[in-house]
């Protein structure tokens, strides 16, 4: 059964530090999506990618987020330094081009910046 | 930018069926409807998918009328397991410049 894994799935750590999400789409997919969600915002699109390149990353602030995908199988998100409010759980999920909106998405990590 | 509207809540008996109707007016020409179910501490599922017309799988149905300024999803005969949010998405994920927009989601509550 093909899935999205995640890690870590849990993560708390002090702002300003350096915090690096990863994410391993299933096999075969060419997009992947890093959502945020929270309370307040909902789940927030921050960036995807196809075929490796990344076509927009638009919902994701550029100062202090970094998104890529060094291989097919590997994608990160990358937050330096932390702030508290980027508390959230991130999401990731992949899917095909070609078969409209159909993504599967990963557990998640919960990110807590203290 | 397709952006959806649907209620924020609703509840329902078990047993009974279950519409929930997303509205997106500005939806463009090669974009999907496509629903979301989603449980406390888990991602999004992907429930079902549709671009005119009607749509039936094993867990629900989408309607969509011939403007395509709405649809509606469908759970027949709901159980408590249905409780969830359910989320109306719009776009095209193979569009170069598309922005897939998730709304605030509909929670549903099923009660005995």
């Known amino acids: 059964d093909a899935r999205v894994t995640q890690t870590p799935r849990d993560k708390v750590t002090e702002m300003g530090q350096e915090v690096t999400m990863r994410c391993q789409p299933i096999?075969?997919?060419?997009?992947v999506f890093w959502y945020r969600q929270t309370m307040m915002q909902g789940l927030e699109l921050l960036a995807y990618?196809?075929?490796?390149?990344?076509?927009?990353d638009s919902g994701m602030p550029k100062d202090r987020f970094s998104a890529e995908m060094p291989d097919a199988t590997l994608a990160t998100l990358k937050i330096q330094p932390s702030e508290p409010r980027d508390s959230a759980v991130y999401f990731c999920?992949?899917?095909?081009?070609?078969?409209?909106?159909?993504?599967?998405f990963g557990p998640g990590t919960r990110l807590t910046v203290l | 930018l397709a952006k959806t509207t649907q209620p924020i809540s609703m509840d329902s008996y078990e047993g009974q069926e279950v519409n929930i109707t997303c509205s997106h007016n500005?939806?463009?020409?090669?974009?999907?409807i496509t629903w979301y179910q989603q449980f406390p501490s888990q991602g999004p599922r992907f429930i079902i998918q549709?671009?005119?017309t009607k749509v039936t799988n094993e867990v629900a149905s989408l309607f969509i009328p011939a403007d395509r300024k709405s649809s509606t999803l469908s759970l027949p005969r709901v159980s408590l397991s249905d409780t969830a949010v359910y989320y109306c998405?719009?776009?095209?994920?193979?569009?170069?410049?598309?922005?897939?927009?998730f709304g605030t989601g509909t929670r549903l509550q099923v009660t005995l």
């Open positions: 999920a992949s899917g095909s081009s070609g078969r409209g909106n159909e993504q599967f």
């Open positions: 096999l075969g997919h060419n997009t």
């Open positions: 990618f196809r075929n490796r390149a990344p076509l927009d």
């Open positions: 500005n939806i463009a020409t090669n974009d999907y």
């Open positions: 549709g671009y005119k």
């Open positions: 998405l719009v776009g095209d994920m193979t569009g170069t410049a598309s922005k897939l927009t």
